[in-house]
């Protein structure tokens, strides 16, 4: 049975080990090796990413997305897109949800894996639609967490509303890395048996599980898993690629992957970590194993997230209690998938009614807009009471929230003038306006000063 690798470190690892803080220069002389591994995909795109560059790195996303293109023109290239809300935090109209994936497609991405926090189906409909028309891979997503609600039963009804669509692949995302060997054994058993695209996994090796999970995932049908290579590879990153395919091909299985290539790869990389390592960008804590996920199941990156707001309020002796508040938090608001930005959500909530002394004395405006349906369908039931509380005696919108919105693309064209050059510097700004904005005007002085500029380049 053939095992097909997504390699992850241009991404995930990226963005979970070192905030996507790598910029192209520090991966570009590997690029063209890593065309030759025999990978799947290259996850190079989205997530993080787009935001990154534009807000840390000073670079056009877009080109760095084109020069991927042209140093691997032999693999397929992937990015995450967070169905409806893109690669930020709220829905987008259809008319820029349409230009962003159908621009993404022209500018060289093969696969568009696509979710959506709730696993509302309604919220990836336009995406994996427009990824369809423009020819591409549209994976269509499940975002897996453990709740009273979540079952085997309801994944497979999921997967197959979502394989309706029309994906070519569905895959298991698993973003806490808390899905067990047992459990994804078991739901990976049942989408084989009950959907026909390939299956895809995806997890983290935050808790130590992702090795396992990964193991039991391919012997139960998996057809394609994530890793990173291993200098980028475990603790909140991905379990390491070179040792699944160690394992994998010595039991028996067909894997495309080329171990000296792995380890040219490797190798490369293993200087860029050092420097990330000594100017503090990665922290060695987060390549270890972090147990507490399982018992509090919420992401490693929500505990740290939740420990730094408490910190930062001198109340982390509060902790206790936000981490008691939160699973209640989350059950109010009918057992969200703690993604995001469903993770930062219920976080922040959680904290502000254990430091308040009383829940939901103040709710915040993401939470007041969730409880309206500007999110989506919560998977399961929302507390009658704080509904009660947010809305009164009005009703929360049941149709799907994009169809509430004004289109989008042209009046942020009219706004931007000839500050865009293209389409893509209007979806820039649409995605993240102020990054958009400074990033247009230092290449507008960089255009103009190009003296300057170059003297600049030679230290
Ligand atoms: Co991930």
Redesign the pocket.
């Known amino acids: 049975m053939k095992v097909n690798f997504t390699e992850t470190v241009l991404r995930?690892a990226n963005q979970s080990l070192i905030a996507t803080r790598m910029p192209f220069e520090a991966f570009e002389p590997i690029l063209a090796a890593m065309d030759k591994a025999g990978y799947y995909s290259l996850e190079c795109w989205g997530g993080a990413t787009f935001d990154s560059c534009l807000r840390y790195l000073n670079e056009d996303p877009w080109e760095r997305l084109r020069k991927i293109r042209k140093a691997c023109p032999n693999t397929k290239l992937q990015m995450l897109l967070r169905g409806q809300n893109l690669l930020g935090y709220k829905h987008y109209p259809d008319d820029v949800v349409r230009l962003f994936v159908k621009k993404s497609v022209e500018n060289g991405i093969d696969i568009i894996r696509i979710f959506d926090a709730l696993n509302d189906v309604r919220n990836i409909q336009v995406a994996v639609d427009e990824t369809l028309k423009n020819g591409a891979h549209a994976s269509g997503t499940i975002c897996y967490t453990l709740s009273p609600i979540h079952n085997l039963e309801n994944y497979v009804k999921l997967a197959k509303e979502i394989e309706a669509l029309g994906v070519q692949s569905i895959c298991v995302k698993d973003?806490a890395g808390i899905m067990s060997p047992k459990e994804g054994y078991e739901l990976i058993k049942a989408l084989k048996e009950n959907v026909k695209v390939p299956v895809v996994v995806?997890t983290?090796s935050t808790t130590g599980l992702g090795f396992m999970t990964l193991l039991k995932c391919v012997e139960a049908g998996a057809d394609v898993i994530d890793s990173s290579i291993s200098c980028f590879s475990g603790g909140t990153s991905q379990p390491a690629t070179e040792t699944l395919v160690y394992a994998l091909k010595q039991l028996g299985y067909d894997v495309p992957v080329d171990e000296k290539v792995c380890k040219e790869i490797n190798d490369f990389f293993k200087p860029v970590r050092a420097k990330a390592l000594e100017s503090g960008l990665l922290n060695p804590v987060v390549m270890g194993t972090q147990t507490d996920a399982l018992i509090y199941q919420i992401p490693g990156g929500m505990l740290s997230n939740l420990v730094a707001q408490l910190t930062a309020q001198n109340k982390l002796d509060k902790l206790d209690e936000v981490l008691l508040e939160t699973p209640r938090v989350r059950e109010d608001l009918g057992f969200p998938p703690l993604v995001t930005p469903m993770s930062q959500m219920v976080g922040v909530q959680a904290t502000a009614n254990v430091l308040a002394g009383e829940r939901y004395k103040n709710i915040s405006k993401e939470v007041k807009s969730y409880i309206k349906g500007e999110y989506g369908r919560a998977p399961g039931k929302v507390s009658e009471e704080l509904q009660k509380l947010v809305l009164g005696d009005e009703q929360p919108i049941t149709c799907r929230f994009a169809d509430t919105l004004e289109p989008g693309v042209e009046a942020a064209r009219a706004e931007l003038g000839d500050r865009a050059t293209c389409d893509e510097d209007v979806l820039s700004y649409i995605a993240f306006p102020a990054q958009a904005e400074k990033f247009f005007e230092a290449r507008e002085a960089k255009k103009k000063n190009t003296f300057t500029y170059a003297i600049k380049k030679v230290d």
């Open positions: 995930d973003m995806h983290h």
